[in-house]
């Protein structure tokens, strides 16, 4: 009995799970902006989600390397040992993204994949160290530490980019369109064609590269062809102008942004955090293929030089196996409600009933240091100027029923995450989408004065508690996988089948906890509703 191949076999189907749980975490960066702004219903925003996810798994082949190479050099260990760092990674995975999700707080996929290769990684390079008598100096032979170094600046960079980009475009396009939007057709019309140009050039032109399914040709053709991009934004305002002036004066042409958007986070999303949920299966498969080719009898003595350069001939396959399953994992995995009511009620235009985090010492002092700078802005700029930018946010129209913000905070949003996204992604850089879309959606709440004196201190407090959260993904996920990887390296088969046992565990009480919390949370609503 080949107990390797049963062991990728296994790796495979809980990485089916692993997508499930993953997306639920995700699922927030392209559906928070439709759903907080009720422009449309939740089936369509998830139809137009699923339409994005299906088509940027087979976008996301370029990804893949992180998992082969990206935490540790595959070459300084065998077949064996590459097994249990997969295998310790997928478990430890679904078990802290399942935690996160039923606590309702957006994590990150990718911080969590990185650390726990690092972690898994880092222990058995110790354990290597040591029975071989070398200085821990040669660790540097096992772990990559210029790629790791490069992910997380990347990672880190996009943090305050993210949240800046969101607060700077917002506080433009308030100040260009006000609380009273529907009534700026030509601008409105325009924005909305810009943002689309805008959204298509960074996920498909700069997504391009990674698509396995489109030939050389195919790709120059479209690079060569890029005036037709700007004649299509021409067509759709004119378009869009048409409509509104003699078929639907009331056509919300902001609709289009939102929806295009989701589409394209969720394309995005799938292009570049599939590999958070497949990689080290794919890689995994990949291992095991070269190993059976190689003739060599002892998995213990093979070491994996090649795995970096392995062409995998089901990678088509398994990219489009993974697109489905992420389509069903949107309409099917509940959890993902719980984390999309974190990041709306954070960036809420209005003051909710309860607001779901305490104040902490750290939001107060941040939130003193920021009058601070606005009573010394205020001295700065004349009076009058002062008036006509309050004018300018003044709330004076009315949102949808049960929305927490409007079309244009909606529209910015997804513009802004979906591009950074995607130029991320171009450039082969794991960029978290967990942390660009939520600090995005903050940065807009922020620049668009949805945090008032009464709420400031909850949605910072908030915040800081979810960013806080991130800070221990990184080194619960870095600490975990070291330590399933050490249990395995000890009980190998029998550790395998233990901790299968555990993940199913897990996975059935969390989700017993979360249709406790669920109930609480429909009880609670009615109460006040009374």
């Known amino acids: 009995m080949d107990l390797y191949l049963i062991a990728v076999i296994v790796l495979v ?18 559906l928070a902006p439709g759903y907080g702004s009720r422009l449309t219903s939740f089936k369509v925003l998830l139809l137009f989600a699923s339409l994005g996810v299906f088509i940027g798994a087979l976008f996301s082949g370029g990804m893949i390397d992180v998992a082969r190479s990206g935490a540790f050099h595959s070459e300084a260990f065998t077949f064996h040992e590459i097994v249990l760092i997969y295998f310790a990674v997928v478990v430890s995975d679904i078990i802290l993204l399942d935690l996160f ?21 880092f222990a058995l390079a110790l354990i290597k160290i040591y029975t071989t008598g070398d200085s821990f100096n040669s660790i540097a032979q096992y772990v990559n530490e210029s790629r790791i170094l490069g992910m997380f600046t990347a990672i880190l960079v996009s943090v305050p980019l993210a949240f800046g980009l969101g607060w700077l475009m917002q506080y433009i396009s308030r100040l260009i369109f006000t609380f009273v939007y529907d009534k700026k057709i030509i601008i409105g019309a325009l924005f909305s064609g810009v943002s689309v140009a805008f959204i298509s050039y960074f996920i498909f032109v700069k997504g391009l590269k990674n698509a396995f399914f489109l030939t050389s040709d195919i790709k120059t053709w479209v690079l060569d062809h890029l005036w037709m991009l700007g004649i299509g934004t021409v067509l759709l305002v004119a378009s869009m102008l048409i409509v509104i002036r003699w078929f639907n004066p009331k056509f919300n042409i902001y609709k289009i942004v939102v929806l295009y958007g989701t589409f394209a986070i969720a394309m995005a999303f799938a292009g570049n955090d599939l590999v958070n949920f497949i990689g080290p299966s794919v890689a995994s498969i990949e291992s095991y293929l070269l ?27 398994i990219l489009l196996g993974s697109g489905i399953i992420m389509m069903l994992a949107l309409w099917f995995n509940r959890k993902l409600v719980n984390v999309l009511e974190t990041s709306i009620q954070l960036s809420n235009q209005s003051e909710v009933s309860i607001e779901k985090f305490e104040p902490n010492e750290l939001a107060r002092a941040v939130i003193r240091f920021f009058v601070y700078i606005q009573r010394f802005l205020d001295k700065l700029i004349p009076m009058s100027l002062q008036r006509w930018v309050d004018s300018r946010f003044e709330k004076n129209a009315t949102l949808p029923p049960n929305a927490s913000f409007d079309a244009i905070r909606a529209a910015v949003v997804t513009m802004v995450g979906s591009s950074l996204i995607a130029l991320g992604t171009s450039l082969k850089l794991p960029l978290s989408t967990t942390y660009v879309t939520f600090l995005v959606a903050m940065g807009a709440a922020l620049g668009d004065r949805a945090w008032n004196q009464d709420t400031a201190i909850y949605r910072v407090s908030g915040v800081f508690y979810v960013i806080g959260g ?37 996975l059935i009480k969390t989700k017993k906890v979360h249709e406790e919390t669920s109930e609480i949370r429909r009880k609670d609503n009615e109460l006040l509703q009374k």
């Open 470 to 506: 991130w800070f221990l993904t990184a080194f619960f996920a870095f600490l975990l996988g070291g330590i399933v990887v050490l249990f395995l390296y000890y009980t190998t088969w029998i550790g395998m089948l233990l901790l299968i046992a555990l993940l199913i565990y897990i």
């Open 13 to 30: 189907i809980i990485a089916a799970f692993d997508i499930t749980v993953g997306v639920a975490n995700d699922a927030v960066n392209f």
């Open 101 to 121: 999700n039923t606590s309702g707080l957006p994590t990150s996929t990718t911080v969590s994949l990185i650390s726990e290769l690092v972690g898994a990684g």
């Open 291 to 317: 190993f059976s080719s190689s003739g060599t009898s002892s998995p213990q003595e093979y070491f994996m030089s090649d795995l970096v350069h392995v062409k995998n001939p089901y990678l088509p396959y």
